[in-house]
């Protein structure tokens, strides 16, 4: 009755030692180990409240550690029970720090104990001390064996009660994740709704116009890196993030990581200073997932930098690693929440009044990566308003190789990467001359993405039809005898993977061999994977760029000739 009482573990164990004295002892101590592997006393029991008080002091005074050679800390490193029949003055003399202490136990006049650990799971969480005085008990192994089960019942009690806390907690952070996730998604909405509402009315002037698509485009593509992270975060969790392994300078990664964010810095006035050794060396990596190392660390140092302040980079080689420090003069990091800096869904502010917007995901993914990367990550601060310093250690190649592969290369798992360099941020438009007069059917259900698409298409003069489902899509097929299929996978009805596999199941003389890319949000791995087996030749990741879908269906009239020829 006593452990189901409370799902308060703490309250749990201090009714317990009440309970405990004077049935089973006349002193009652529960230890618990915390999760530095320290000692902290939690409980303490004795029929008289002036000699409780005393206990409490002693345990100040003289703090039991897990360097002791017996007792408590023995029963917590070992996860073995120790009885004491007789308490002889030799044993008191071993526990005593001093004379002082030695004095004190000596006055409390024990006779007998015993110290159980609490074990669930093989995981040993504290220990209870029965200790005999007054009464004159002298334990034995019957008595050991009540104890221990009694442990064993309340530390079944702990690990449940933990197990609520912790579920209690992580729905706690959920709640917070999934406000600040409507937030971070409503707010560039807000501008992009506002703008576009504004440009329809035709009443702007240009450089009015001008200024709302970027606001349009800067606010749509903070959308695009939020989803991304978040994609980032479900492969990470599930296993699925893959890295496209090969040796990779730094230097021109961590320049490139530092253009992107160089405009962001202007703004605030803030001063990039990088250093980089020209020697350090190259390492195995995935290069498009150190520059989001870098990026995510950058992007975090100027957030919380304010205006007029620095950040700087540096690049050194120390012994077999190279070691990479992103600081800054920003606002820093309060101690307490330090160890918490690279969890997922975590921040040090998560309210309604915070400064900065975020996820909280960023340095998770940075932690994350590194240790791929068979690196690590560590964070210093010395409080608020005192700067922050990362340090990233990498190790070095073990083999050097003179040539290195393009740091532009597509990543293995087909992710796009969201953190492009400052000269690749935006792609013009270049129509190649195999659109010119193509025939193009494009599939897709949402009618502003539908329109925006066709637009680019007969912009390089394509002759394109759209159609919102599977069943217009067969159709046209069958009638306009189109050249190349573009179409998304999640409509109503059918969906892109049946439309595919039924236009595969066609003669070629009815289209069964048209040239196809699935243009999906689906973006994960296995859904490109799907996409391939299914029938599709390409699968291209929403949003598209147009000179990138342009670049498609071009790739896909040259497999028109080939199959021609064959």
């Known amino acids: 009755e006593v452990l189901a009482a409370s799902l308060d573990y703490e309250a749990t164990l201090t009714s317990l030692a009440s309970f405990i004295v004077p049935r089973l002892a006349d002193w009652c101590v529960i230890d618990m180990l915390t999760d530095e592997r320290a000692i902290r006393r939690l409980a303490v029991a004795h029929e008289d409240p002036a000699k409780v008080e005393l206990a409490w002091d002693v345990a100040r005074r003289y703090p039991p550690e897990m360097g002791d050679m017996d007792g408590v800390a023995k029963v917590l490193r070992t996860g073995h029970s120790e009885i004491y029949p007789n308490v002889p003055e030799e044993l008191l003399a071993l526990a005593a720090r001093d004379a002082e202490h030695l004095k004190i136990l000596r006055e409390l006049g024990l006779r007998s104990a015993m110290i159980v650990p609490l074990v669930a799971h093989n995981r040993v969480l504290g220990a209870i001390s029965f200790i005999a005085a007054e009464s004159k008990r002298h334990y034995n192994a019957s008595d050991l064996a009540s104890a221990e089960d009694l442990a064993h019942r309340a530390a079944l009690a702990i690990d449940n009660a933990r ?28 501008a992009v709704l506002g703008w576009t509402r504004l440009l329809s009315t035709g009443q702007l002037d240009d450089a009015t116009e001008r200024r709302a698509l970027e606001t349009i485009e800067r606010n749509a593509q903070s959308q695009v890196q939020l989803i991304d992270d978040i994609l980032d975060v479900s492969r990470i969790i599930r296993g699925k993030l893959r890295l496209n392994v090969r040796p990779a300078e730094l230097s021109p990664v961590i320049e490139a990581a530092v253009d992107s964010v160089r405009p962001a810095a202007d703004a605030k006035g803030i001063r990039l200073q990088v250093v980089l050794d020209p020697g350090a060396g190259p390492v195995t990596g995935d290069p498009d997932r150190l520059q989001q190392v870098v990026w995510n660390l950058l992007s975090n140092a100027i957030k919380f930098t304010p205006k007029d302040g620095r950040v700087q980079v540096l690049l050194a080689r120390v012994n077999s690693h190279l070691e990479l420090t992103v600081s800054d003069t920003g606002q820093g990091i309060e101690e307490k929440f330090l160890p918490y800096v690279f969890d997922r869904f975590r921040q040090a502010d998560p309210s309604t009044t915070r400064k900065h917007g975020g996820l909280g995901l960023g340095l998770a993914i940075v932690r994350h990566l590194v240790e791929l990367h068979g690196g690590t990550v560590t964070v210093e601060s010395r409080g608020a308003g005192q700067g922050t310093t990362f340090k990233v250690l990498l190790p070095l190649m073990i083999v050097h190789q003179p040539e290195f592969a393009p740091a532009g290369a597509e990543a293995a ?36 993405a539908r329109e925006m698409l066709v637009a680019v298409l007969r912009q390089c003069r394509a002759d394109v039809r759209a159609v919102s489902n599977a069943a217009d899509a067969l159709l046209q097929l069958e009638a306009w005898r189109p050249e190349v299929l573009i179409s998304d996978i999640e409509m109503p009805g059918e969906d892109g993977y049946t439309l595919i596999r039924k236009i595969r199941a066609l003669r070629p003389e009815h289209g069964g061999k048209i040239p196809a890319a699935a243009l999906t949000a689906y973006a994960r791995a296995e859904d490109r994977m799907r996409a391939l087996l299914a029938g599709f030749q390409l699968h291209v990741p929403k949003p598209v760029e147009p000179a990138e879908l342009a670049a498609v269906v071009a790739s896909l009239a040259g497999r028109i000739s080939e199959t021609a020829e064959k």
């Open 163 to 190: 197990l609520y806390r912790d579920a209690q907690e992580v729905n706690r952070l959920k709640d917070e994740f999934l406000a600040t996730l409507s937030h971070e998604l409503r707010t560039p909405l807000t």
């Open 413 to 448: 798992d087909g992710a796009t990467r969201t953190h492009p360099t400052a000269a690749s941020a935006r792609l013009t438009l270049q129509c190649p001359p195999e659109l010119e007069g193509l025939r193009v059917l494009l599939v897709e259900d949402e009618p502003d």
